[in-house]
């Protein structure tokens, strides 16, 4: 007999095992692995085959977090926790996490601090390892969904209490302190062949962390550009130096550039800071901070800075231009010429890039001085 689409369909059916009704899934609680393992237990036929592709995103039944769309049993067997339905019921949304001793072996994993969401207090060095899932595997993305650690040294701005290391890829380590929520990094992992690692070593009884960095494996084709550490997509947003925040400081040691992809019919990008208090990068320059001397005139005042790519003619000053060279760097107590307002820098040099280069931190400095750079930023229609 020819196998008609119609029987082809039916005997698949047959082939499947049962499914398992949709209301047990309510009777799930949101806590549930051991639940979900006492209803596998009670039903005499259990699925073991799910017609959804790999890596379908969902979002976890209390809307906080993502997951992958898995039959219950593959995500035990994973590891992860049902989180809810998802694909009509016919899987869990099945979200991964991994906290201090643990490896990470999946796209999508969250990395959490030991007792959260409650704080935790006591001093540890905490690690995990994320294996690449694939050996295509050419980026991580680390979304800082909490990251509450102590501060860096408040006049030098060194994490030398608690600090976040990633390390493991071709690029440098990456080093972090400080509040972080709501940042993200990318990190460069194609010519790992085995893990990287990420440590929090926490050195200090007295504080209070909390953390949540969803991990994300990002192949080839989707990676953010070469050198972005950080990378915006979207016509408008905002941007924030690491540690940007109440009684925050600036890190020292960092060294990366921070990406915002030129969007379609979009030439040109202007910058303007969040508000009068968020360009704070060392003390006010006594040559021109917005002009881009600072280095041609005395090193030491701009230790630290921000790097912006320029075009036009009026925003580089002659000191700090040499051949083909037309970096403008930002440093002090305000992002354009002082005093200027309102303050707002365009560019139109593609790509829409900021490098943001601070020094080791050799120089004790007033934090208030080092708060760091906020900037909104908004991308410029072409013009016929
Ligand atoms: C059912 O539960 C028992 C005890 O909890 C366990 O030993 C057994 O492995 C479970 N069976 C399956 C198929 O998971
Ligand atoms: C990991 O998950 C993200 C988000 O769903 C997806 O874009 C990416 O392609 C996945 N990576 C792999 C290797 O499947
Ligand atoms: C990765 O594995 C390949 C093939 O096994 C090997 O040739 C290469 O040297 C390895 N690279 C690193 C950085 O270990
Ligand atoms: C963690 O901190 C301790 C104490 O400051 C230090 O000795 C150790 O080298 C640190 N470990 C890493 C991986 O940085």
Known sequence: MPVTPHVAALLLLCSVRAWPVFKTWLSVDSDGGDNGLTYYNRTSRVLNFFPVPMSVECLSDDGRRTGVCLNVYECRIQGGRASGPCALGFGVCCVFTATCGNDINNNMTYFISPTFPALSRDAAACSVQIKKIDSSISQLRLDFVHFNLGQPNRRTGVCDSDVFIMSGGVTQDLKLC????????YYDVENVNDSVNVIM?????????????KVTQ???????????????????????????????RHLADQDY???MRQEEGMCSIAYEPCDENSFKIGPPVLSDPGSGDGVAGDSRECDDKIVMPCDSEELIMPEASGPGVCDLLHCGSSFCNQGEMPCRIESSVTPFNIRVQFGP??????????????????QLPCYE
Do not use: K
């Open 361 to 378: 931190g050799a120089r004790e400095e007033s934090p208030e001085d080092n708060l760091g750079m906020c900037l909104r930023y908004e």
């Open 218 to 248: 990002i192949e080839f084709n989707q990676r953010a550009p070469a050198g972005c550490r950080q990378y915006y997509q979207g016509s408008n947003g905002i941007i924030q130096t690491m540690n940007f925040a109440d009684n925050g």
């Open 257 to 259: 550039t921070i990406c």
């Open 178 to 185: 400080g509040q972080n929520s709501g940042q993200h990094v």
């Open 201 to 213: 070593n926490l050195t200090d009884n007295n504080l209070f962390r909390m953390w949540e960095i």
